[in-house]
T-cell receptor, first 115, second 113 residues
Framework: GAVVSQHPSWVICKSGTSVKIECRSLDFQATTMFWYRQFPKQSLMLMATSNEGSKATYEQGVEKDKFLINHASLTLSTLTVTSAHPEDSSFYIC???????????FGPGTRLTVT | QKEVEQNSGPLSVPEGAIASLNCTYSDRGSQSFFWYRQYSGKSPELIMSIYSNGDKEDGRFTAQLNKASQYVSLLIRDSQPSDSATYLCAVTRPPYNNNDMRFGAGTRLTVKP
C-alpha cells in the first residue's frame, strides 16, 4: 500500500503558541489530502480537505483561521494550529490516496498536548 | 440519519470464532467501500476495499456488499486476540471527484482467548 508520513508524531506546546504538523505522501502524488481529529474514545472527525494549489475546504464548525492548511506541493500538506489552547489537545491524523475514488491511507498521526 | 452507521459494540467473540461487523450507508450514489482497523492510540489502517456487489475475500477477512440494501459487512474468520480493535466502515461521498469519504463511528471488537 501507499505510505503517508506525519511529523512530528507528538508535540507538547504552551497555550497561545502555534504548532505546525506536516503530512507527506512518500511514494505517490496527492492532489487532495484530508485532515482529521480524534478525541479519546471518540470517532474520527474530518476537519478539512486540503487541495494542492488552492484553498482548503473546511467542515462546518471548524475555524479556518485557527487551523491553517497549506498544500504547497503534490506530496506535502501542513496543518498549523494557531494560538493553541488546551481544548485543542487531540490526535491529528492526515490521509491521502494515490487514485481518485479508491483507498485512502492514513499517516501515523500527531498527538498534540497543549499545556 | 447518519451517513454511515455502525453498531458501536462492544462485540465480543471467543478466539477462533467468526466476528461479523455490519455497516449501513445513506447515499445510494456511493461507489467505494472500505474497512479500516484502528488499534487504541494508533491511526486507522486499511484492511479491505470493495467496489461491486458480492463477496471479496482476503485471507481471514471477507467483505460483503449489497448496494440495493445499502449494506456492507466484514467477516473475520478464526478470530485472534490480535484482531481486538475498533473497525471503521468508510464510504465515498459526493462529488466523487476526490477521495472524500465518510466514516462510521466504529465497532469495537474484543476477541477473548
Amino acid at each position: 500500500g501507499a505510505v503517508v508520513s506525519q511529523h512530528p508524531s507528538w508535540v507538547i506546546c504552551k497555550s497561545g503558541t502555534s504548532v505546525k504538523i506536516e503530512c507527506r505522501s512518500l511514494d505517490f502524488q496527492a492532489t487532495t489530502m484530508f485532515w482529521y481529529r480524534q478525541f479519546p474514545k471518540q470517532s474520527l472527525m474530518l476537519m478539512a480537505t486540503s487541495n494542492e494549489g488552492s484553498k482548503a475546504t473546511y467542515e462546518q464548525g471548524v475555524e479556518k483561521d485557527k487551523f491553517l492548511i497549506n498544500h504547497a506541493s503534490l506530496t506535502l500538506s501542513t496543518l498549523t494550529v494557531t494560538s493553541a489552547h488546551p481544548e485543542d489537545s487531540s490526535f491529528y491524523i492526515c490521509s491521502a490516496g494515490p487514485s481518485v475514488g479508491y483507498e485512502q491511507y492514513f499517516g501515523p498521526g500527531t498527538r498534540l498536548t497543549v499545556t | 440519519q447518519k451517513e454511515v452507521e455502525q453498531n458501536s459494540g462492544p462485540l465480543s467473540v471467543p478466539e477462533g470464532a467468526i466476528a461479523s461487523l455490519n455497516c449501513t450507508y445513506s447515499d445510494r450514489g456511493s461507489q467505494s467501500f472500505f474497512w479500516y482497523r484502528q488499534y487504541s492510540g494508533k491511526s486507522p489502517e486499511l484492511i479491505m476495499s470493495i467496489y461491486s456487489n458480492g463477496d471479496k475475500e482476503d485471507g481471514r477477512f471477507t467483505a460483503q456488499l449489497n448496494k440495493a440494501s445499502q449494506y456492507v459487512s466484514l467477516l473475520i474468520r478464526d478470530s485472534q486476540p490480535s484482531d481486538s480493535a475498533t473497525y471503521l466502515c468508510a464510504v465515498t461521498r459526493p462529488p466523487y471527484n476526490n477521495n472524500d469519504m465518510r466514516f462510521g463511528a466504529g465497532t469495537r471488537l474484543t476477541v477473548k482467548p
